[in-house]
Structure formats: C-alpha cells, structure tokens
C-alpha cells in the first residue's frame, strides 16, 4: 500500500463495542451491523416497519435528517480512534438507504480475455467503462454467492481470532 499509511488494526468486536457504547438506543430495533476494510466503517441500523415501501423511503429520510448531528460526532470520534471513514444507513422492511458511503478505487491487471468481459459489457450497454464493468461484475459475484461469502468471511474470523491467542498475540 503505497502512499498510504495502514490504519490501526480493528475486530469486530472493537468495532461492535464502540458503537453501541454511543448510538441511542431508540434509534434501531436491533444492534446494528457493521461492516469495515482499512478504509471506512459502514453502519447499518434497522428502524421498526410501518407501511409502504414509500412510507418505508420516506421515514428512512426522516430520520437520516433527525439523527444527522448525533451521528457526525460520532462518526468524528470514531474516525479520530480507527483511522477510517464512516459511513452510515438504515433499513426499514424490504427497503434499505446509504445515507453515506465511499466508492474507492482498486487497481488491477487483468489478461486479455478478462479485458474482453469487460469490453463486451460495455459494448453491450450494461456498463458505461471498463471501471463500472468490473464494479458490475463484483456487484453479481456479491449476489450470486453471497452464502458463499459469508461462510468464507466466518472463516477469516476465526483465522484473525486463533492468530490474536497465538503465543505472541500476532
């Protein structure tokens, strides 16, 4: 990682502790989820269902607005302590808001057949580049495996957890 200095290391557990400690209690229904790389922190809160997918929208821009100065102090200290940006959403029912989040760039090297799948899905109208082809591509991998994903993200978990009882806390 050039040009970029590594934040400081964070476990779910660190992550799970913080926000707890500081978000409301009436603000969601249930703890929140919170997902995070070396570059942000997303929190996901679900809010108690009420209605249509529009009143579901709506609310979910209610309180965005109400909760907004709460949530850049906290956001603020968390990025002071962890080093990474946070970003913010809530879901309600079957309808889900980003309120805030970062689109970061991932260099790559691709062959020439690889480059072809992204040609092809810019030529076909489905992306507008090659940069949104292959945010596409990540975007069906996500979908299309998901239980998959999650099953390989528990196994990472465990691996960072019997590396930190190792005999030097690596």
Do not use: K, Y
Request: hydrophobic share 40%; net charge negative.
């Amino acid at each position: 990682m050039q040009g970029r200095r590594r934040p400081p290391p964070l476990d779910a557990h660190q992550a799970e502790a913080f926000f707890s400690e500081r978000i409301p209690a009436e603000w969601f229904v249930e703890p929140v989820e919170i997902t995070f790389d070396d570059v942000e922190i997303l929190v996901v809160g679900r809010l108690p269902e009420d209605g249509s997918p529009e009143a579901e929208r709506d609310s979910i821009g209610d309180h965005r607005e109400s909760t907004r100065e709460a949530r850049m102090a906290i956001a603020a200290e968390a990025e002071a302590t962890f080093g990474r940006r946070v970003a913010w959403g809530a879901r309600r029912g079957d309808t889900g808001l980003l309120f805030t989040h970062l689109t970061v760039p991932a260099m790559t090297r691709l062959r020439l057949s690889q480059r072809l799948v992204l040609d092809t899905l810019v030529d076909g109208g489905v992306a507008r580049s090659r940069s949104d082809a292959l945010s596409w591509c990540v975007r069906m991998v996500e979908r299309n495996l998901d239980e998959w994903l999650e099953e390989l993200r528990a196994a990472l978990t465990h691996v960072e957890e019997v590396r930190r009882r190792g005999p030097d806390g690596m």
